[in-house]
């Protein structure tokens, strides 16, 4: 079992920043790959941003391409998410997942573990 902590959500201006980290506990974090999902109101759980187990592959979606960045540090057992110029379309639940498969896959289904989701509000 692995158990995520998804922290730092808030409420945010448009154009402003900020940081989301997940915690991780339980089994060895650097054997899964790490993952950020949104989920906004009325909407499918969607794909933001992926890390490998290594730290040195990220893939994104295309939306949050050159704004957000997923990075992980394995001695703190911890994956964040750095939103940088932010907009009204980014407000979500934002939800970190772990998942032990060899590519960097994008759908939902292809995770384990789930964090409980924190909210992020950006206001225009």
């Known amino acids: 079992q692995v158990q995520l902590v998804e922290s730092g959500g808030g409420l945010v201006q448009a154009g402003g920043s900020l940081r989301l980290s997940c915690a991780a506990s339980g089994r060895t974090f650097n054997n899964y790959l790490m993952a950020w999902f949104r989920q906004a109101p009325g909407k499918e759980r969607e794909f933001v941003g992926i890390d490998s187990q290594s730290g040195d592959y990220t893939s994104y979606a295309d939306s949050v391409k050159g704004r957000f960045t997923v990075s992980r540090d394995n001695a703190k057992n911890t994956v964040y998410l750095q939103m940088n110029s932010v907009k009204s379309e980014d407000t979500a639940v934002y939800y970190c997942?772990?998942?032990?498969?060899?590519?960097?896959?994008?759908?939902?289904?292809?995770?384990?573990?789930w964090g409980q989701g924190t909210q992020v509000t950006v206001s225009s």
């Open positions: 997942a772990a998942g032990s498969s060899i590519a960097l896959p994008r759908r939902p289904s292809e995770y384990q573990y």
